[in-house]
């Protein structure tokens, strides 16, 4: 008996731009993208958040992901509300490449020491889409690890 694949067959996936570096998330964890015309800062809170959001008859998080994946900081005007265990949280990004199916790459081509090191341990994979290479993230882990930090605040 072959192993199970880790992808569900047909999965789609969201693909997205954060600064100059193109990530996927599996489509199932994406609630929604949402225009950032305004949200509320927190003062003296975490340096991941970057304020609060309302959507809907909700206020979420808004996460400040160039501060959690150490990239240079931009003035995105989208994020993307990701989801897990019905803790949504707001990320924020500055392009929607747009959602497809997944297309995983047949041989594991990331080499550790290409990836910032601050976002090496949300990656999980590589997808391609159009012909570009899209860092896959662990949504998981990424909700963890805010959810942690927003507890110390």
């Known amino acids: 008996m072959s192993p199970l694949s880790p992808y569900p067959i047909n999965p789609k996936a969201c693909y997205f731009k954060i600064g100059s570096h193109a990530f996927a998330v599996e489509a199932s964890y994406v ?5 950032l015309t ?19 008859s ?13 990239l240079e ?3 995105p ?9 019905n803790k949504p949280m707001a990320f924020a990004l500055d392009e929607v490449i747009g959602f497809a199916e ?3 790459a047949e041989t594991d081509s990331l080499t550790p020491s290409a990836l910032p090191d ?8 590589q997808f391609f889409f ?24």
């Open 77 to 85: 005007n989208l994020a993307i509300v990701l989801n897990h265990d």
């Open 73 to 75: 900081t931009a003035k």
């Open 31 to 35: 609630k929604q993208i949402i225009s």
């Open 118 to 125: 601050a976002f090496r341990r949300f990656i999980k994979g």
């Open 102 to 104: 997944l297309e995983p």
């Open 38 to 56: 305004q949200f509320s800062p927190v003062p003296r809170s975490s340096s991941y958040l970057w304020g609060l959001v309302a959507i809907e």
């Open 130 to 153: 159009q012909g570009n290479s899209y860092f896959n993230l662990d949504v998981v882990k990424l909700l963890a690890l805010v959810e942690t930090q927003l507890e110390v605040v």
């Open 58 to 70: 909700s206020i979420l998080p808004l996460i400040n992901s160039y501060e959690l994946l150490a």
